[in-house]
């Protein structure tokens, strides 16, 4: 598990990438923040709560993600050149139609 993101350090590590108009948000006591990468190379913005593993999103709705110097939303290859962890969500299951033989024999 890595530790919580302190706004200030992402702040300082995505100055250089980040639009100095971007606004970011400000965090409640007792949340974190995280960003999360889909398999198709989407990235959100949100907080944990890091008790009830709760998403701020949930009862609050998406924040505006981070805008980039070339007008683009933040990338993961930007989060991850900068030093910025993040989370992914679950690999893929693939489903086979051809049955596999049985390798149990009754007894």
């Given at each position: 598990?890595?530790?919580?993101?302190?706004?200030?350090?992402?702040?300082?590590?995505?100055?250089?990438?980040?639009?100095?108009?971007?606004?970011?948000?400000?965090?409640?006591?007792?949340?974190?923040?995280?960003?999360?990468?889909?398999?198709?190379?989407?990235?959100s913005m949100d907080l944990l709560h890091p008790v009830s593993g709760m998403?701020?999103?949930?009862?609050?709705?998406?924040?505006?993600?981070?805008?980039?110097?070339?007008?683009?939303?933040?990338?993961?290859?930007?989060?991850?050149?900068?030093?910025?962890?993040?989370?992914?969500?679950?690999?893929?299951?693939?489903?086979?139609?051809?049955?596999?033989?049985?390798?149990?024999?009754?007894?």
């Amino acid at each position: 598990m890595t530790a919580p993101l302190i706004l200030s350090e992402v702040k300082q590590k995505l100055a250089s990438v980040v639009s100095e108009s971007f606004e970011w948000p400000e965090i409640p006591k007792g949340w974190q923040l995280e960003f999360i990468v889909y398999p198709d190379g989407e990235v959100s913005m949100d907080l944990l709560h890091p008790v009830s593993g709760m998403f701020w999103s949930e009862d609050n709705g998406h924040f505006e993600l981070p805008i980039m110097n070339n007008g683009k939303f933040i990338t993961a290859t930007a989060l991850k050149d900068a030093g910025i962890p993040f989370m992914t969500t679950f690999g893929h299951a693939v489903v086979s139609e051809k049955p596999q033989p049985p390798h149990l024999k009754s007894v």
